[in-house]
């Protein structure tokens, strides 16, 4: 059974707050060599056999998983 | 400049709510092929050069990014 990994990020011109936030706290642990933080979603998708898988997640992506005004996201296929 | 990529992903004993309600959304979509969905975060960190990367950020893995009782995490640096 294929299984779509997709990583959803914010584009870099995008302000990441949350990751800002994370960046401080890691710093504050004592990892000062941290030098930023981008936080993204990571969705695993279990899928029946055959068809253009591909093209098929790409559209799932662009409909519901990701916001393509300001999101990238990466497919790849297991 | 080093950076770690992070995946979090809950581990598969773990109900993963947020995951079924997104697969029931794909399928109500036409995504019939769609057998399952498991959400998980995706966190990209800067690093500074020098040290024993991969070991400094399964630490802040440990301490910070992941919750180790219920999240598998997988790091890869670049």
Redesign the interface.
Known sequence: ?PTAKI???LKPTVLDAQ?AV??R??QS?G?E????????????????E??DTQA?VD??CR???ANPVIEDYRIELE
Chains 1, 2 share one sequence.
């Open positions: 059974m990583r959803i990020t990751g994370v960046a706290a890691l642990l990892f060599e941290v030098q930023g933080v981008r936080m993204g979603k990571y969705i695993e998708v279990e899928l029946e055959g068809g098929r559209e799932m409909q519901l998983l």
